[in-house]
């Protein structure tokens, strides 16, 4: 291919530190690279806690039976039916019992990318013959989740400061990278979870890459192709993306058709090829076409704007994002650089039109999670110009620092409750707009939960037991319980902490952790309270609080419970006892227990 003349710079790309002092001067730009990579990575993974939604789940086993049963098939992972006797909308099952298929719906490419990752750690449970429905397995699986997300969040984080160093000062490069980072989605969704949306990330930081490359040659187109197809393959709505590229080669080199079409079309005929095989249709787990009846204004402004979903409300610097869009319309900035803000135009018209544009159970402006690398890169023309000027310093710092205490929230205190009630978003989806009740105020007052599952992974490695997820017998379930701070009389409606002594003396390990969360309580260990008075029990009065660890035969836990005295005076009987969770409605209890008489004045 013929060589073309290099792209321009924007023409304030410098002002970012224009009249002050430059940082990080001789320091090579790859080891601050590294040391972003680095410090990202540890950022992003040590954050101990269990996200709810089910999307993640199929993705997150995947790899393990990919290198430990060379299929795609999850047949050998338990999934819980639904009370309507419908399996789990992140599965998809073919065939008939007792020869039926389970398959991930959400898309595979994302579990395809990352199943090197994986080598190791499913070689560890082979060795020690440890199988899924160990708890052992699934703390294993979720480490490995939120270890690979993070390390795909940070290597994109890294990329982009590469390339971003390209058009600004290192310092400048290093401050915009840090915004993608740590100010948007990037940090409370793409690195916490394998969605689809880290590895979108780093493809759409490689396109970049490939299209801003000064010299011409078959390999870069080539190497678009596949990332392009990659991004697809991880998530089909990137198509847009895909299609700008095409045709952004095309423009400067018809010859670039070919090799830029061979690996797109060769990926997606694969990818089509097994939904069809797996869904028995070319659209595989998304059904089709027939989701798109949102008036686009109303999608547009919720995406944008809504006080519970919108762009500019989670992440305000994004509004610079814009106008950086515009801008590069004006200052002749690279063909290709504007061929991407058409892709995110058609982007947020997908979106807009989608009829969940609201993006279920998610937390801010999920289906933006995708494309930030854009909205940050744009930050070079609609924000970096501007910073000469004191004013605008001043609103782009506080518009960062509020961000980042967005995502702060998102990352350690968002519990989903906000989405679950008072009603479901999915039943209510008005409710984005309901500037009285926010999903930031809520969860930001819900509590501290960055370290919920650090003491379960500890516990896990320091003493592991082969606790397994399956029913128990109620013999199983022999325990001895002592309470100990219990008082002899409490005022109505006061609470007290007390202490509970509990020791398993059954013949079988209680298992504490499924990593499912909220969606399936199965099998888990519970230590019930309840209140009675004159031998009927006391509806709405007591605690039910998970076991805070495995606990083998013939072990002992230490624990604090709440004791929460009723309104009405009287005497009461305080039973606390074991139970295993069934279902979400039924339980197996054990028959000893704990029962002290308070009264209640």
């Not at 089910?54 to 009370?83: C, H, K, Q, Y």
């Not at 960062?400 to 968002?414: P, R």
């Not at 199983?476 to 409490?490: T, W």
């Amino acid at each position: 291919m013929a060589k073309r003349t290099k792209s321009k710079r924007p023409p304030s790309s410098g002002a970012v530190t224009s009249g002050r002092r430059r940082w990080f001067v001789g320091v090579s730009r790859r080891r601050i690279a590294a040391s972003l990579f680095l410090g990202l990575t540890v950022l992003f993974f040590c954050n101990f806690r269990l996200r709810a939604s089910g999307d993640s789940l199929p993705t997150r086993v995947l790899p393990f039976s990919i290198l430990r049963e060379g299929n795609l098939d999850l047949n050998e992972f338990t999934w819980a039916e639904n009370p309507g006797r419908e399996w789990p909308y992140y599965i998809h099952g073919v065939g008939r019992q007792p020869d039926r298929s389970y398959y991930s719906v959400s898309p595979i490419g994302t579990a395809l990318v990352v199943t090197p990752f994986y080598v190791l750690p499913a070689a560890w449970l082979a060795w020690n013959d440890i199988d899924y429905v160990d708890s052992r397995a699934r703390v294993v699986i979720v480490l490995m989740e939120k270890l690979v997300a993070a390390v795909v969040a940070a290597t994109s984080s890294a990329l982009l400061f590469l390339f971003l160093s390209r058009f600004v000062p290192v310092d400048g490069a290093l401050g915009l990278t840090l915004i993608y980072a740590l100010c948007t989605s990037t940090w409370s969704i793409a690195s916490q979870a394998l969605w689809p949306h880290a590895v979108s990330q780093l493809c759409l930081v490689g396109l970049f890459m490939a299209m801003a490359r000064e010299e011409w040659s078959w390999r870069t187109v080539v190497a678009a192709g596949a990332i392009c197809a990659t991004m697809v393959a991880t998530r089909p709505q990137m198509a847009i993306f895909a299609g700008v590229a095409g045709v952004f080669f095309v423009m400067r080199e018809r010859r670039a058709l070919v090799p830029f079409a061979l690996l797109s079309l060769t990926f997606g005929g694969a990818l089509v090829g097994y939904n069809i095989w797996a869904f028995g249709g070319a659209f595989g787990g998304y059904g089709g076409l027939g989701h798109f009846s949102m008036p686009l204004r109303q999608g547009v402004l919720g995406l944008l704007v809504s006080p519970n979903r919108g762009l500019f409300v989670y992440t305000p610097l994004a509004i610079f994002s814009f106008w950086g869009a515009v801008q590069v319309w004006r200052v002749g900035a690279p063909l290709w650089v504007r061929m991407l803000t058409v892709g995110l135009l058609l982007h947020i018209g997908l979106y807009a039109k989608f009829d969940e544009w609201h993006a279920g159970f998610s937390y801010g402006p999920r289906y933006f999670t995708d494309v930030q690398p854009l909205l940050v890169l744009l930050l070079v023309w609609g924000l970096v110009p501007l910073l000469r000027y004191a004013g605008a310093r001043w609103v782009a710092s506080t518009l960062v620092a509020f961000g980042f205490l967005v995502q702060v929230v998102g990352v350690y205190f968002e519990d989903d409750d906000w989405n679950r009630h008072p009603v479901s978003i999915d039943a209510q989806p008005e409710r984005v707009w309901d500037w009285h009740d926010l999903q930031i105020a809520r969860a930001a007052t819900s509590g501290f939960k960055g370290f919920d599952l650090l003491p379960i992974f500890i516990d896990v490695f320091r003493d592991p037991v082969a606790a397994r997820l399956e029913a128990l017998d109620v013999s199983d379930l022999a325990s001895r319980i002592e309470l100990r701070g219990v008082p002899k009389s409490m005022r109505r409606g006061s609470s007290v902490k007390i202490r509970v002594e509990l020791t398993n003396l059954g013949t079988a390990a209680w298992p504490i952790f499924s990593g499912k969360g909220l969606l399936d309580i199965r099998h888990l260990m519970f230590v019930v309270q309840s209140w009675s008075y004159g031998g009927a029990p006391l509806p709405g009065v007591g605690e039910v609080v998970p076991l805070p660890e495995n606990l083998s035969p013939g072990e002992t836990v230490g624990f604090d419970m709440v004791l929460a005295a009723p309104q009405q005076p009287g005497t009461f009987a305080v039973t606390v006892r074991v139970s295993q969770a069934i279902d979400g409605t039924r339980g197996t209890v054990s028959p000893d227990a704990a029962t002290v008489n308070i009264r209640v004045d």
